[in-house]
Nanobody
Framework: QVQLVESGGGLVQVGDSLRLSCGASGRSFSDYCMGWFRQAPGKEREFVASAVWSTDITFTKDSVKGRFTVSGDVSKNTLYLQMTRLRPEDTAVYFC?????????????????WGQGTQVTVSS
């Protein structure tokens, strides 16, 4: 079965960097969106960034552009989220997700596979 396993979360200070990883297995992800979402306490889950697997197509939430970069290693079936200049408002559980590419990768409803999430806490 499909498995998405996130790692790399933790407690960091404002301005620090962190790289999240998502190991994917169980099927071919060709023509799939591989994305990152996050959910802060008391808030709805929101799209952060995504990549169309095996292409150079990426999508990034406007508020994190310039600070967060999504990338993938097809040979390792691993998706990454490089986060820099972290802020307290980036504190959330970060989820990896996968779903068929349908022209966009920012809609949560397009994703049908989800990881368990990894906590990122940015302390001031």
């Amino acid at each position: 079965q499909v498995q998405l396993v996130e790692s790399g979360g933790g407690l960091v200070q404002v301005g620090d960097s962190l790289r999240l990883s998502c190991g994917a297995s169980g099927r071919s992800f060709s023509d799939y969106c591989m994305g990152w979402f996050r959910q802060a306490p008391g808030k709805e889950r929101e799209f952060v960034a995504s990549a169309v697997w095996s292409t150079d197509i990426t999508f990034t939430k406007d508020s994190v552009k310039g600070r967060f970069t999504v990338s993938g290693d097809v040979s390792k079936n691993t998706l990454y989220l490089q986060m820099t200049r972290l802020r307290p408002e980036d504190t959330a559980v970060y989820f990896c997700a996968a779903g068929p590419w349908r022209g966009t990768c920012s809609l949560e409803s397009y994703y049908n596979y989800w990881g368990q999430g990894t906590q990122v806490t940015v302390s001031s």
